[in-house]
């Protein structure tokens, strides 16, 4: 080629530097074309092409160093995944003027905030921010700038605020816009090697406007955000440089050198990091002499720090950024402080001063510093992405840090929406969505600072540690200073010192972790705090008003950038129709596609980033599974559940109060049921009773929410644990006192929610009568007695079965069912015996069968109820025991109905008889529904016992007193043989066991009966 040159690179040894770049978003679609100028070309014509649409493509809109704002904050939404991992955040412009320092002695003033182990990093314009804007704007930092930074310059310095916007300036940006517009070739075939290059930058939407920016009308979109890794340290960055190829050179970068002027080591130090960031490994030089081209020159980027009156060392790059990273993260430890990293002209010492500490009595409030916000919706956002990625589990400690940070941070009454979301997520954090109820895995012992009462802001007491000080508290270490010498020293370790000195600063977060029960209560904690939030966010609207109002008055003091005019297209000039008809007709022609376009493109953004969770009330009223265990009931997958990050729209405030308030109480009674089964397994049953009762409130509410009735499987399930509960309150009746107290038992954190509860029930027209189809009346508000809890099992076994969909979980509540039925059976015969016992020593006289008759009939419905239940399961088993027992209750009736013993005349006849038979027949479907012993030899020996003791009985008294008139004497030997050689037959007298003797005796006794009758007859 024609006047191309190669830079002969120089003989001296070069040590090589550690750079890698990687593309995370491009918003260039390929590189551009270069196109070789001819000698003597004169780049004071603009080109045909010059600031067309087509050729911004390429990204040459923007063609020097200017401000992008504080755009850190951008790029940290853009890629969330980024922070914490990345050390810094900030614009290349930015990180280039930080390591300069020791070569330049211009000024440095830039803003740094820290999220987890991330800087963020934005340059700060004095002249933009403190000199130019009202008196009322900035004056937290005003106070202190002038006082301690202004006073301490003369008044040479003080002009060196201003940004160099001079004629010769803007000269020179104009000129190297045209000699890019000049270099881009008119055909532009893509080569393979673009292609590639293309296809190989991560494909990401761009960026939503973020309502909560320090500076939200600054919108500067970068050509291409990177990964830089430079050495050990990695930064997240913002280039807008253009790059180049042609079919020998893949990939260049264009420079515009004036030959009458020397390039000195800053320009070098520029060309050379801006290669490093892009991975552009050649630089094209353009000389050029008062606008006319002279010659190109082609030079390695390994060379650049070698070239004539610029040589530099890389080495001392590589020790500054590793001494200001140091010394940044050594300082700036405080999540949601900022600091301002300053130095003034000539100065030697770079300073860092952490001005949220410093202008505590400047700022009245959080809302003075306009760097809160965004920090907190930063952090709030981070810890999102982390909690929703797939290593979310690992991080948990990590997440909660965020998230405290971000709730300190924020008013919960300017930012309802986003404080509720983090306590959503923090409780999330202690009890998952996805946690098993019955096997929860939350066991370990807590051991961080999050065991403390809740304040008044809604945020746990963190100790007294010097790391977890009040974010807005003055520090006495609150400025740090390194000299500008020491950024340039070299240790043999300097990178493994720094990371030393940074992380005894600034330790990784205690993990998230505890007991069962410790766990719980945090989670219901930041539950309550989430819903009393709530309240604020009809309030929050006029906040919104008043923050685009301070939009508007702010976009009057940005930096105007100077605009140039477009070759070929007519300057726009203000004017007034003549027709107002004409201006209607046609304005509708001009604007209408225009705003269209927009509002779909704004819309279609809007939707990229939103999580699967963000659902409408009646995508949440189907999530619920109708599975039968805890588990399938209560838990959610992680997209499920989570909140949205984005500030609603004033028209969406609703949805946004029913999405988050339906989280809430979903966690709330998740929490409540992994509390009742765990309390459940350590048998403290009058706390596990009284979680299900907070479940039971919550679930109405929760019902109106989704606009659909709850899980019939969950409220079956509550039941039968309820019933559970009271049946075990029952068989431990001795630690009664204990069971009461644990039920009567109501903490603050439980009222607090009930409270939320009723506001919301009064809200939603939900009546206490109708509440969860009277579930709660079910149960009772005090344990009172063994009848009483058994009835309460009943009553809830009964709701419980028919709730429940699935036929296995049935089965199981049939059983229990009829376990309980026979429990109150068993108890009212036993009052039937015992009230019969003491009426007999009480009075002489025979008890009239109305007092028993009430509970002789309660007996027999229970113990009936039951063997329908175990009949329908087929539980032969128990079916066969609840028989035994109404055969027991029949022989009480029958007793009850006998004369007195002790003056008995008459034979066995009237009702005596009869229950006497029916209790026969009960033993005897006992036996039928057994079949054999060895089905199941427990129950059929007690089956059998009962049996042969009924006939035993019966021949007995047969025996003892034979009927008179009724039948022959020979008919009632033959019945007394009959019944005395049936009990004989069922006297088991050869299975060795603890009945054998007893067995033994009866049979003997039967024998000598039988032989005493035989005799008689006889005789």
């Known amino acids: 080629m024609e006047n191309w040159r190669l830079a002969p690179s120089p003989d001296s040894p070069r040590k090589h530097v550690k750079s890698t770049a990687v593309v995370k978003y491009s918003s260039v679609q390929s590189y551009a074309n270069f196109a070789l100028l001819q000698c003597n070309t004169d780049l004071n014509l603009p080109p045909s092409n010059w600031l067309s ?21 951008r790029m940290a939404h853009m890629f969330p995944d980024c922070v914490g991992e990345v050390d810094v955040v900030s614009d290349a412009e930015n990180i280039k003027k930080l390591l300069k320092i020791p070569y330049s002695k211009g000024p440095v003033s830039m803003m740094v905030h820290r999220i987890e182990n991330t800087l963020l990093i934005d340059e700060f314009d004095i002249h933009k921010h403190l000199l130019r804007t009202a008196e009322t704007e900035w004056e937290w930092l005003k106070k202190f700038f ?40 008119v055909s532009e075939p893509k080569n393979e090697e673009s292609e590639m290059q293309e296809n190989n930058m991560e494909d990401i939407d761009a960026p939503l406007p973020e309502e909560n920016l320090p ?58 990091l801006d290669n490093l960031m892009c991975n552009v490994p050649e630089l094209v030089m353009c000389y050029h002499l008062d606008g006319l081209v002279q010659k190109y020159e082609l030079i390695k980027t390994e060379d650049l720090p070698h070239m004539e009156n610029s040589k530099f060392s890389p080495k001392v790059i590589r020790d500054v950024a590793q001494n200001i990273l140091s010394f940044l993260k050594s300082n700036a430890t405080k999540a949601g402080h900022t600091y301002w990293l300053f130095k003034g002209k000539d100065d030697d010492v770079v300073k860092l001063y952490d001005l949220t500490s410093l202008c505590t009595d ?127 020293v070299s240790t043999p370790d300097t990178g493994c010192q720094s990371a030393a000195n940074d992380e005894s600063k600034f330790s990784s977060p205690p993990p998230v972790c505890g007991g069962v029960e410790e766990r719980c209560k945090m989670a219901l904690q930041h539950v309550a705090l989430g819903l009393q939030c709530l309240q604020y966010f009809d309030t929050s609207d006029q906040d919104d008003i008043r923050r685009q109002e301070g939009v508007q008055e702010n976009s009057q003091f940005q930096q ?129 009773l009284k979680y299900i009762v907070h479940v039971l409130h919550v679930l109405p509410v929760l019902s109106a929410l989704a606009s659909s009735s ?25 630690q009664v006192d204990t069971h009461r107290e644990d039920y009567a038992q109501c903490t603050s954190l439980d009222r607090d929610i009930v409270v939320e509860i009723d506001k919301d029930m009064a809200v939603l027209g939900i009546s206490l009568e109708s509440r969860a189809d009277d579930l709660l009346d079910v149960i009772p508000k005090t344990i009172d007695s063994i009848e009483q809890m058994l009835q309460t099992s009943c009553c809830c076994y009964q709701k419980a079965l028919a709730l429940e969909p699935h036929d296995q979980q049935k089965n199981n509540l049939q059983r229990r069912l009829g376990n309980i039925h026979n429990e109150l059976g068993v108890l009212f015969m036993n009052l039937a015996a015992a009230r019969y016992q003491e009426e007999m020593k009480q009075q002489q006289e025979k008890c009239h069968e109305s007092v028993f008759q009430k509970l002789f009939s309660q007996s027999l419905y229970h113990l009936e109820s039951g063997v329908k239940a175990f009949d329908a399961v087929r539980d032969e088993a128990n079916l066969a025991l609840l028989h035994s027992n109404t055969g027991r209750l029949m022989r009480m009736r029958a007793h009850f109905y006998s004369p007195d013993s002790s003056d008995r005349h008459s034979e066995l006849a009237g009702q005596e008889r009869h229950f006497y038979n029916k209790a026969l027949s009960s033993y005897q479907k006992a036996v039928q529904v057994l079949g054999s012993w060895k089905n199941n030899p427990t129950v059929w020996d007690t089956v059998i016992w009962e049996l042969s003791t009924t006939l035993f009985t019966m021949a ?32 088991d007298l050869d299975t060795p066991g603890p009945r054998q003797p007893v067995y033994q005796f009866r049979a003997a006794t039967i024998h000598h009966r039988l032989a005493s009758l035989y005799h008689k007859s006889y005789r």
């Not at 300036?169 to 000049?182: D, P």
């Not at 830089?228 to 050179?249: K, S, V």
């Open 215 to 272: 500076d939200p009308t600054f919108n500067h979109k970068f050509a291409r955000n990177v990964v830089w890794t430079f050495e050990d340290i990695q930064m997240l960055i913002g280039t807008d440089m253009p790059i180049f190829w042609d079919t020998t050179h893949p990939c260049i970068s264009l420079r515009l050198r004036d030959m009458s002027k020397p390039i000195n080591v800053l320009t070098g130090i520029d060309y050379w």
């Open 710 to 734: 709850s899980s019939s499987g969950l409220r079956s399930y509550l039941l039968g644990r309820a019933g559970d509960c009271c049946f075990m309150i029952v068989q431990g009746w001795a």
């Open 956 to 987: 007995t008294l047969l025996q003892d007193f034979p009927a008179q008139n009724n039948k022959s004497l020979e008919e009632a030997e033959r019945e007394v043989v009959e019944y005395l050689m049936r009990a004989l037959k069922y006297c």
């Open 362 to 488: 400047v700022m009245d409030d959080k809302g003075q510093n306009p760097f809160t916000v965004p920090v907190a919706m930063l952090l709030y956002r981070v810890a999102r992405n982390m909690k929703h990625s797939s290593d979310g589990r690992r991080q948990q400690g990590t997440i909660r840090m965020l998230l405290k940070n971000c709730l300190t941070l924020l008013v919960k009454e300017k930012y309802p929406q986003i404080v509720t979301s983090a306590h959503y997520m923090m409780s999330d954090l202690y009890v998952p969505a996805d946690t098993d109820p019955a096997s929860p895995g939350l066991d370990g012992p807590l051991n961080d600072e999050d065991c403390g009462n809740c304040d008044q802001n809604g945020m746990e007491d963190e100790g007294k540690s010097s790391e977890d000080d009040n974010l807005f508290e003055g520090s006495l270490n609150s400025s740090s200073s390194v000299p500008v010498k020491a950024l340039c």
């Open 560 to 688: 105007e950038i100077p605009k140039m005019a477009r070759p070929f297209q007519a300057i726009p000039m203000p004017y007034s129709p003549l027709s107002p008809q004409k201006e209607n007709g046609k304005q509708p022609e001009i604007s209408g596609p225009v705003s269209t376009g927009t509002v779909k493109k704004k819309k279609k953004e809007r939707n990229v980033p939103m999580p699967a969770g963000s659902k409408t009330k009646g995508e949440n009223a189907g999530t619920k599974g109708e599975g039968s265990s805890p588990k399938v009931l209560l838990c959610k997958s992680r997209t499920e559940t989570m909140p949205t990050w984005q500030q609603p729209e004033n028209s969406d405030k609703m949805s946004w109060n029913i999405h988050l308030k339906t989280l809430l109480y979903e966690k709330a009674c998740l929490v409540y049921v992994t509390l009742a089964e765990s309390d459940y397994i350590a048998e403290n049953y009058g706390r596990s």
């Open 53 to 73: 649409s087509s050729a911004e493509s390429y990204g040459l809109q923007y063609v020097s160093p200017h401000s992008s704002g504080f755009s850190s904050f």
């Open 146 to 185: 002038f006082d301690h930074v202004l006073k301490s310059l003369n008044d040479k310095e003080k002009r060196l605020f201003h940004k160099n916007n001079s004629r010769c300036a803007l000269q020179q940006k104009s000129l190297m816009s045209k000699f890019l517009y000049h270099s881009l070739a």
